[in-house]
Nanobody, 114 residues
Framework: VQLQASGGGLVQFGGSLRLSCAAS????????MGWHRQAPGKQRELVAS???????NYADSVKGRFTISRDNVKNMVYLQMNSLKPEDTAVYYC?????????WGQGTLVTVSS
């Protein structure tokens, strides 16, 4: 299984970005897909996840600004990020869980300028 993230970049405070993550190497639908991020000097943290059973879940810091969605046919997960803040600056990693195993993408850098 491979995950390929894209869509990061430089954006101004208050701007928007849409991250995409394409999964390949399996015919199965992932139990859960999501996005984590890691800012310089900080631990990786969950941003949002979505599962077939429980729907979307968000970190408090992004509620109301970010929206996660997935396309099970294409095996993709998206993260629409609006009202971006400098504190959202981080490397964003997509993540997928299948049969108890976690898979990670390579990360895409999001930089929000003030």
């Amino acid at each position: 299984v491979q995950l390929q993230a894209s869509g990061g970049g430089l954006v101004q405070f208050g701007g928007s970005l849409r991250l995409s993550c394409a999964a390949s190497g399996t015919f199965f639908s992932f139990n859960k897909m999501g996005w984590h991020r890691q800012a310089p000097g900080k631990q990786r943290e969950l941003v949002a996840s979505i599962s077939s059973a429980n729907g979307p879940n968000y970190a408090d810091s992004v509620k109301g600004r970010f929206t996660i969605s997935r396309d099970n046919v294409k095996n993709m997960v998206y993260l629409q990020m609006n009202s971006l803040k400098p504190e959202d600056t981080a490397v964003y990693y997509c993540n997928a869980k299948l049969f108890g195993t976690d898979y990670w993408g390579q990360g895409t850098l999001v930089t929000v300028s003030s």
